[in-house]
């Protein structure tokens, strides 16, 4: 007899799919793309096996053409496929078939969740299956959507890159190719269930079975360090409570595909899933779904705001920092609105606009306060410290520079102590206290040596803290000099030829006969130990 197809092909395989079932399953055989296998399940089974060997020698020629292999190369969801018949499900030779010790495999990841399989369905043993017999099993049970998205996930290079860079550096000349994925038994089994559940629960119309399936699906590969996968399967998880109307499956999608994209880096992405979990809460009037939604989006916009800061994109960082602001308000998280209100202070000092910075930075001084977060409040005095100093008001700055100061001290931090410092030694340098310019410069190099011994800081600050020491008494000691060029030349002949103030000769003298009577006679003995 001659191959027949169904006449009314499932949407999501093209012609070319079609064409492909054609050459690779041998004749005398009716095929269904929907599943359904007539006439007899012995010649199935090596029609199974053909169809398996001639997939592998052809380069996954099933996985080429498929709607999940598009899905991952372009990002673009796939709709489900509902079932078009209600036939039942033939049963596979393997049904019955007694394999190891027959206990079902309990979920890998730890959230449980997940579909069932039909009744009677096999129980597998991990170290008893290989790829081929879940292939096998799955065609003949009549799951061939489910054994395209298997084929796919056990037949491509492998996703983690720090495993094929440990390989390549092992063993460079050794991997003629792409670094194929290598799945456990145990994983292909729970990968194989999920799989066959969904199916099975979509042609029943069980689309809470089939979310929680991919749900499952989901977690597990995100858990295993491969998000791209893991993407695929929440999406298709929020296509089908959108198509259900389910807004908390709805909610619950949005929200973990945004953490799935901040893992991999991709906050932007993230923020919009975020925004959609918000908006979908707060049209149903959710009060903890908001809070979850706006906590997620703080990390979001924060994370967003500080690659514009590094960029030197001050204006875009303020944009986000005020959305990141507002989001902490609504999830009512002090310590985040706290930082948030410190960040957009700071930045609006870069711009230049100390006036708009001073109002957020004392909020966040506030908070700090409030929280009785000391090495906070530390960081307020020193934030609205220079916001005052560039508003030349030097008093507010100095009072807020002390505050610093004893903070630091207080909680030990040996780099915001020499911080202060230094601001500090600056203001007495331009107001002319040169001798505490002096004193601040001093403490500030040598916290600076101690904090370069630790590999806290660079030594350049070792260097340029030494720099304002030598300006600091250069500026305290020109006074003086200034004084004695005025006054007394006699005096100033004197220093050019010694290089010795008189106040400091007399000090000298001091101290060697504090008492001021002559030194006592000392014996050859004494003076030859001296001179040596």
């Known amino acids: ?51 398996i060997t001639k997939s592998t020698n052809t380069s996954s020629i099933w996985c080429l053409q498929t709607p999940l292999y598009r899905s991952m190369a372009t990002g ?25 010790v027959g206990v079902q495999l309990d979920p890998i990841t730890g959230s449980g969740g997940g579909g069932t399989l039909p009744p009677g369905a096999p129980s597998y043993d991990a170290s008893f299956v290989d790829r081929r017999k879940l ?32 390989v390549v550096a092992a063993d460079p000349e050794g991997l003629s190719g792409p670094l194929e994925i290598d799945v456990p038994p145990r994983e292909m089994v729970f990968v194989r269930e999920q799989l066959a559940a969904a199916e099975n629960a979509r042609r029943q119309g069980d689309t809470g079975t089939v979310y929680a399936s991919y749900s499952a699906l989901a977690k597990h590969y995100h858990a295993a360090e491969d998000p791209k996968t893991g993407v695929y399967f929440y999406e298709k998880c929020l296509e089908i409570s959108r198509l259900t109307n389910d807004s908390r499956g709805e909610m619950a999608a949005n929200h973990d595909l945004g953490l799935i994209n901040q893992s ?14 918000l908006s979908l809460a707060e049209k149903e009037d959710n009060e903890p779904e908001k809070r979850t939604a706006a906590r997620e989006l703080v990390k979001c916009y924060r994370s967003i705001a500080e690659s514009h800061e590094a960029a030197d994109e001050n204006n875009a960082a303020v944009q986000f920092y005020v959305k990141c602001l507002e989001s902490a308000q609504l999830a009512k998280d002090r310590q985040s609105e706290g930082l948030a209100n410190y960040r957009l202070g700071r930045a609006f000092v870069m711009l230049g606009d100390a006036n708009r910075a001073i109002p957020y930075l004392e909020d966040y001084e506030s908070i700090c306060q ?30 807020y520079l002390k505050t610093c100061l004893e903070v630091a001290t207080e909680t030990e931090n040996l780099v915001a102590q020499g911080e202060a410092c230094c601001a500090l030694g600056v203001i007495y340098n331009k107001t002319e206290e040169f001798e505490q310019a002096v004193e601040h410069f001093e403490r500030n190099f040598e916290l600076c040596r101690t904090t370069c011994a630790s590999n806290a800081t660079d030594t350049s600050l070792v260097d340029v803290a030494r720099v304002y020491v030598g300006m600091a008494r250069g500026n305290f000691k020109l006074k003086k000099y200034v004084h004695i060029i005025n006054t007394d030349p006699v005096k100033l002949l004197q220093w050019k030829i010694k290089r010795i103030f008189p106040s400091e000769k007399k000090k000298k003298k001091k101290a060697r ?6 030194p006592a006679q000392r014996g050859a003995g004494a003076g030859a130990a001296a001179e040596s």
């Open 513 to 518: 006969n504090p008492s001021g009577s002559k």
């Open 76 to 100: 673009l969801p796939v709709a489900p496929v509902s079932a078009t018949s209600n036939a039942p499900n033939r049963k596979s030779r393997l049904r019955h078939r007694a394999v190891g």
């Open 264 to 277: 991999m880096k991709q906050p932007g992405t993230a923020a919009k899933y975020h925004e959609r979990h």
């Open 1 to 51: 007899s001659q191959l027949r197809l169904s006449p009314q092909p499932c949407e999501q395989f093209d012609y070319k799919i079609n064409q492909h079932i054609v050459n690779l399953v041998s004749t005398n055989s009716f095929v269904s793309l929907y599943g359904y296998w007539t006439p007899s399940c012995a010649c199935l089974r090596n029609h199974a096996s053909s169809l």
């Open 370 to 399: 409030e929280l009785e977060d000391r090495e906070g409040e530390g960081q307020a005095c020193a934030a609205l410290a220079s916001a005052y100093q560039a508003l030349q008001n030097d008093e507010r700055a100095l009072s």
């Open 135 to 166: 292939c096998e099993e799955m065609l003949a049970d009549g799951f061939v959507q489910s054994f395209v998205d298997f084929f796919y996930l056990t037949h491509r290079p492998e996703p983690n890159q720090e495993m094929v860079a440990q």
